[in-house]
């Protein structure tokens, strides 16, 4: 996302229109998720992608009209058609695409959309969660404010604003909680909101409605492996192959090098309890404990238990982990606290090597980032495709 906001950023410098489509709602089985982009210019030359294909081609033809007229439309995408045999795609669902040019001319009261970009860009070198709120689809008296937009800070604070006719109260306040709430989550959404319906006006301002999208900007998720072993070095690449930003910590210099972790961000060197008490944590922050001693599992876990880590997992045999909650407990940590952390670690998935135990490990992580089960996919369908096959059978 930095470099296709990077990209924009340059565009708009050299004076150019370009159109970014965006994937705003989705309903069934779609190649992309809500918030894909795909960013296309004058000349036709595209970045990024909303899932290729037909649906695809028609949503770039659009946006080329977009880039002419400096109208925001929204493309409606739809895969339900029977699928053949020969067809190339497995997809069966409906997306709409918000398709916006990005260009120059400044709004009455609103910051430049180079400088919309160049903050989100900002904060997402600086690591930190932005959102940005795009009024989709309007009507009424609001109709016209479609494509309008406000950024919204992870701290809170905001750039531009939404200037609606006869908005609700406190409507700022509603799209700064709301958009604080998608960076902890990571997940776009749409608001709906409706003119005040007490003010003196005629009826299509009373009936004004929008849809606002919520967009959320979030840093890469983070992954912090206590422990420079033999584990560690599939685990970070690995991690860094799902754009997990790598941070290994390590008292032994020649294990945490740059020779054994190549794309880390960070290696850090020293006291493996000092160094997580000041590593700066948060609720990206996922955290493996892959030391190679019982006393390191202690002092990194009585370091981390408090913090807002998103994950804590630490490897060990089942004796191994109770010696650990049971001394920590003895100290006085909470039976609730020691329950957040995955000991044993990772999916049981049956490998028994360094990079089968890297698998495991990310497998956990990801299934809890996006809520996931861990149930084999096939093992859901089985029997309703079974069952179709006997029908066909008996026909």
């Excluded at 033809?61 to 029977?82: F, M, P």
């Excluded at 497995?90 to 398709?99: A, E, N, S």
């Excluded at 033999?230 to 192959?241: C, D, E, F, V």
């Amino acid at each position: 996302m930095k470099e296709l906001f990077r990209e924009i950023i340059s565009d708009l410098e050299s004076g150019e229109t370009v159109a970014m489509a965006t994937i705003v709602k989705r309903k069934g089985s779609v190649p992309r998720e809500l918030g894909a982009k795909m960013l296309v210019h004058r000349g036709g030359k595209i970045s990024g992608t909303v899932g290729g294909g037909c649906g695809e081609a028609e949503v770039w033809r659009n946006a080329l009209n977009v880039i002419d007229t400096k109208r925001a439309s929204i493309v409606q995408v739809d895969l339900t058609e029977e699928i053949a045999m020969e067809s190339q795609g497995v997809c069966g669902g409906i997306f709409d695409v918000f398709v916006q040019p990005w260009h120059n001319a400044l709004l009455p009261g609103q910051p430049t959309m180079r400088e919309f970009a160049s903050a989100i860009n900002a904060s997402l070198e600086g690591e930190q969660g932005v959102v940005l709120a795009t009024i989709i689809e309007a009507g009424g008296a609001w109709r016209p404010c479609t494509g309008q937009q406000m950024l919204v800070h992870e701290n809170g604070e905001t750039l531009g604003t939404l200037m609606l006719p006869d908005a609700p109260v406190g409507l700022t306040l509603q799209l700064i909680e709301s958009a604080q709430k998608a960076i902890s989550t990571g997940k776009p959404h749409i608001e709906n909101v409706g003119a005040t319906l007490a003010v003196a006006r005629p009826a299509e301002a009373a009936n004004a409605w929008a849809e606002i999208f919520i967009e959320p900007f979030v840093p890469n998720p983070v992954l912090l492996i206590a422990g420079a072993g033999h584990i560690a070095a599939p685990l970070a690449s690995l991690a860094h192959l799902m754009n997990f930003s790598v941070s290994v910590t390590d008292d032994r210099a020649s294990f945490a090098s740059l020779e054994r972790f190549p794309t880390a961000k960070q290696l850090l060197v020293g006291d493996i309890e000092s160094m997580l008490q000041n590593y700066p944590i948060t609720s990206r922050t996922h955290i493996v404990l892959v030391t190679r001693a019982h006393a390191h599992d202690v002092q990194g876990l009585r370091a981390i238990i408090d913090s807002p880590a998103a994950y804590i997992g630490m490897i060990g045999s089942q004796r191994r982990v109770w010696a650990v909650f049971k001394l920590l407990h003895e100290e006085g940590v909470p039976a609730e606290k020691l329950a957040r952390v995955r000991a044993p670690i990772g999916l049981d998935l049956g490998g028994s090597t360094p990079e089968e135990i890297a698998l495991c490990i990310m497998a956990e992580i990801i299934m809890l980032r996006h809520s996931g089960t861990g149930i084999a996919m096939s093992e859901l369908l089985r029997d309703r495709y079974m069952e179709r096959l006997k029908r066909l059978d008996q026909d």
